[in-house]
């Protein structure tokens, strides 16, 4: 009996051991930065400090933005927002999470909050699965959290009677994070948050990586969809 109950143990961790190296393969296979970001951002030139991309601006406002990369998503595939968001006036962090999987590290904000003690106010939110990741943090969050904001996401719990600033940008045609999908998850925010629609907009243009598997056609160009979320975005601060 003792001899099957090792056994039956040793088969169990086996397969824990090999959904583990798999899922560490898996996620070794990233999507990178598209062409049309090369062509639009050194990434040579871009700053990094000990948590991962940081642009700063030539007139700071004060505030800062951290954004969460989707899953399997190189933070790099961001600098394009990163770079423009900065030119506002903010500071703005692109976090590397642990394996590029957002949910694997929600806490990373604190360590940007902490060191940038210049920042008065930041803003946290990230694309797709990095935004599920924000709503994580923001359940538990550093008293200089002023805002929550998605890009193709939605929080993973009701935040109906919080009382934090929140945001949500989604595109018109995005094929995983659906209008659906975002309309049905509008009783997890407070009844001020806003939502905008990015018309003709789909998922994979809240970064700059190419095309994405299960997502629908965009029929506006990526910079044209990132433009609009910087504006977005920056008008909500603004007002919050």
Known sequence: MKKWLVRIGLGVFALLAIAIIS???????????????????DLSAIDRDEEGLIFQPESPNGKG???????KVKKEAYAYLGQSLSEEGFVVSIPQLPLNFGILGSRKADAVIEEHPEVEEWFL?????????????AEDPSPKLAGLYFLGAYPAGD??????????????????????DIEESRKL?????????????????FGLYGEQKGDN?????????????VEILTQWIKEN
Do not use: K, R, W
Request: glycine share 10%; net charge negative.
């Open 159 to 180: 935040f109906s009677a919080s009382d934090l600033p929140m945001l949500s940008i989604y595109g018109e045609l995005d094929g995983l994070s659906t209008v659906e």
């Open 23 to 41: 899922f560490v393969i898996y996620a070794q296979f990233d999507n990178g930065p598209s062409a049309v970001l090369t062509e639009n951002v």
């Open 65 to 71: 933005i951290i954004l969460y990369q989707g899953a």
């Open 125 to 137: 939110g990230g694309h797709s699965l990095g935004g599920v990741a924000a709503s994580f943090y």
């Open 217 to 229: 056609t965009a029929e506006i160009t990526p910079l044209e969809q990132q433009d609009q979320v």
């Open 189 to 205: 925010f407070p009844d001020d948050s806003v939502l905008v629609e990015i018309e003709g907009g789909n998922h994979a243009q």
